[in-house]
């Protein structure tokens, strides 16, 4: 089992800066891809970035590319999700999410996944 928690979602104004962190326990986080998927009101949850388990690789949607970086501290357990010149339409709830398996990591491999943490950008 691995748990999963995130923090760091907040209301930012277009243009602002926001970094979101998630803290993993349980089962070797080093042992797992990670990733960052988000859900905006209406709409089906998709990727946002995902980083492979030494950090090597890392995958964005075309969306964020540019804007948002992945990165992750396997020694602190966490992974964190910066995110840069918000947009209106990043607001939703984002998910850290772990997988073990295929790379890159897709919505219907996850493993496990935390509860979420809201981001608001208002415009």
């Known amino acids: 089992q691995v748990q999963l928690v995130e923090s760091g979602g907040g209301l930012v104004q277009a243009g602002g800066s926001l970094r979101l962190s998630c803290a993993a326990s349980g089962r070797t986080f080093s042992s797992y891809h990670m990733g960052w998927f988000r859900q905006a009101p209406g709409k089906e949850r998709e990727s946002v970035a995902v980083i492979s388990r030494t950090g090597g690789m890392t995958y964005y949607a075309d969306s964020v590319k540019g804007r948002f970086t992945i990165s992750r501290d396997n020694a602190k357990n966490t992974v964190y999700l910066q995110m840069n010149s918000l947009k209106p339409e990043d607001t939703a709830v984002y998910y850290c999410?772990?997988?073990?398996?295929?790379?890159?990591?897709?919505?219907?491999?996850?493993?496990?996944w935390g509860k979420g943490t809201l981001v608001t950008v208002s415009s």
């Open positions: 999410a772990a997988e073990d398996r295929a790379w890159p990591p897709k919505l219907n491999g996850i493993d496990y």
